[in-house]
């Protein structure tokens, strides 16, 4: 068997930061920077002040990067415990051989990691190179934000069992992940999905097998991950204060009586919005009074998976085609779930 062969090792150094990846890194930190001194300048009234609509762009910008920034550094620590100390076959051994009971119990590895939609992406990422499939690490995505304990405490703090709502979200996520882990491991080609870059990234040697210190590939792991992540967080943050600003609320509010619209008008909220999944029950309360049942479970299952700030970030491993695909799907999902609470519940 032919096996491939590598012409040296990368020429760049694992516990030095590099300068196109100091450069990403500072082009996040710069722009996340820039957004709260503007901010901060432009808050009182006098010579500095901006127009209403620009001063709620910043305003919007900066609560969605406050909410998720602690959430991505903690999933980008998570993906280094898992990446680089965590054995190899830990995690490989306790997991089913068969596909459909192994993707089921990836779903519930949220509950392990309580992170957000947000950190769950680097997360994610360090899985696919421990050696999951990209279905797997696809399931795992989608799964965690509504199945760990902080979202269904939030949840259920909101909502209790009213409705149905909270089994729906449930129920609903499990679900979807599986679908659409059960999908996805059909492509004859699941490397294909993957953006040539990270794609490359997963064939590479283990660092620490080749001499690295643990220390070292940690800090080699985390300056990578930053310089893809940060400028991901700053666009996607700055784009939905933008898609906020620019579509009025109350054109949404008057579809909320209707079982269909409501729905299509939750999840065009919840895509917009881009609320952390741990919170976005207390967020989406106040619209209890004036959406059905339905179109708030929508809102609950459609959003920790596909907004604005997720496909930002989700661009950085797959494909623009992989992401269209999953959003068809999932959000054809998350309506059949709306429309399944609104008629029966």
């Not at 769950?120 to 421990?130: E, F, S």
């Not at 882990?181 to 999905?193: A, E, M, T, Y």
Request: aromatic residues 8%; positive net charge; proline residues 6%.
């Amino acid at each position: 068997m032919e096996t491939e062969t590598r012409t040296g090792p990368p020429e760049r150094s694992h516990t030095r930061v590099s300068p196109a990846r100091a450069a990403w890194i500072g082009v996040g930190v710069v722009g996340l920077a820039s957004l709260f001194l503007i901010r901060a300048i432009t808050s009182k009234t006098g010579p500095w002040s901006l127009p209403n609509q620009l001063q709620d762009l910043l305003t919007l910008s900066i609560s969605v990067i406050v909410e998720s920034l602690p959430f991505v550094i903690l999933g980008v620590l998570l993906s280094i415990l898992v990446q680089v100390w965590l054995p190899d076959s830990w995690v490989m051994r306790a997991l089913p051989r068969n596909p459909v009971l192994r993707r089921a119990a990836i779903s519930f590895l949220g509950m392990f990691l309580p992170v957000c939609e947000c950190g769950n992406v680097p997360l994610a990422r360090g899985l696919l190179v421990k050696g999951f499939t990209v279905s797997e690490s696809m399931t795992f995505l989608l799964a965690a934000p509504i199945l760990n304990p902080i979202t269904i405490i939030t949840t259920h703090q909101a909502f209790g069992f009213d409705d149905g709502i909270l089994v729906a979200r449930l129920v609903g996520g499990f679900a979807i992940a599986n679908i659409l882990g059960w999908l996805f491991s059909r492509h004859p080609d699941q490397d294909s999905l993957l953006t040539s870059r990270f794609a490359a990234e997963c064939r590479m040697p283990d660092r620490h097998e080749h001499g690295t210190s643990r220390l070292g590939s940690s800090i080699d792991l985390f300056t990578r991950e930053a310089a893809v992540i940060m400028p991901a967080l700053f666009i996607g943050s700055l784009l939905a204060g933008l898609v906020q600003v620019a579509v009025p609320r109350s054109v949404l509010i008057g579809l909320g009586s209707n079982p269909l619209w409501s729905v299509l008008v939750m999840m065009l909220l919840a895509f917009v919005i881009s609320v952390c999944s741990n919170v976005d029950a207390f967020f989406i309360l106040p619209f209890a009074s004036t959406f059905l049942p339905g179109s708030i479970a929508a809102f609950l299952v459609f959003g920790p998976i596909i907004d604005i700030k997720m496909l930002s970030l989700m661009r950085t491993t797959f494909t623009t085609k992989t992401l269209v695909q999953l959003t068809v799907v999932v959000a054809l999902l998350s309506a059949l779930v709306g429309l399944v609470v609104n008629y029966v519940a």
